[in-house]
């Protein structure tokens, strides 16, 4: 018995119209997304920024319990920004590493822990932002910081770079409990500039 052949063509029209309207939707809720991240990045972008206007490398990353942050290699004394709104609550010239690869300690030992006061993208309230190898800093404890606003210089251990960890501790110990990936990443995405 043979198939009709006006039925196999309506039929194959049907299957065909199907998928296109289910690709006309798909693509609807890709723009719909893309939308939506814009406008995420902008309702954050006051609130983030990057922690340095030009990263040379960042490809040391975070390996616990041997690396607690990436490093962000850059420019030597580059300025470091605040990468959220928060309150500094460290800012030491010395003291945190206490290492000297590079022969003096005196330019990578200083850190600036910044404590997060704003809910945007991966950042949350209370969250520990540290820069280590933060040298000469420009901020003092105590201090409100908006999103780039300059807290501090990279320093000199083994190569010009910050270390930055991410931690939600109470103290203000500079240490990475987590990856600090997102948080970089988001930033340099959705971040305003860094003044």
């Known amino acids: ?7 196999l ?10 998928r296109a309207d289910a690709q006309a939707r798909i693509d609807l809720r890709n723009r719909q997304i893309e939308a939506e991240k814009v406008r995420l990045a902008a309702e954050h972008s006051s609130h983030v ?13 975070y390996h616990p319990p041997v690396h607690d942050g ?32 590079s022969g003096d300690v ?15 993208g991966p950042f949350r309230k209370g969250l520990n932002i540290c820069y280590g190898h933060a040298e000469n800093p420009k901020v003092k404890v105590g201090q409100k910081v908006k999103a780039g606003k300059p807290i501090a210089e990279a320093g000199l251990a083994v190569a010009w770079h910050t270390h930055l960890m991410v ?23 959705a971040g305003g500039k860094a003044a």
Request: glycine share 10%.
């Open 9 to 18: 063509r309506a039929s194959r029209e049907k299957w065909r119209k199907r």
């Open 49 to 61: 920024a990057p922690p340095l206007k030009k990263v040379l490398a960042d490809s040391w990353g």
């Open 167 to 189: 931690n939600g501790r109470k103290d203000d110990r500079g240490v990475g409990d987590r990856d600090p990936r997102p948080y970089y990443d988001f930033a340099r995405r």
């Open 106 to 120: 005196s330019k990578g030992d200083g850190i600036v822990v910044l404590r997060c006061t704003v809910d945007a």
């Open 70 to 101: 990436i490093d962000l290699i850059c420019e030597p004394h580059a300025t470091l920004y605040a990468m959220c709104d928060g309150e500094i609550i460290r800012a030491d010239t010395g003291g945190w590493w206490g290492k000297a690869p």
């Open 1 to 7: 018995m043979a198939i009709p052949l006006d039925w």
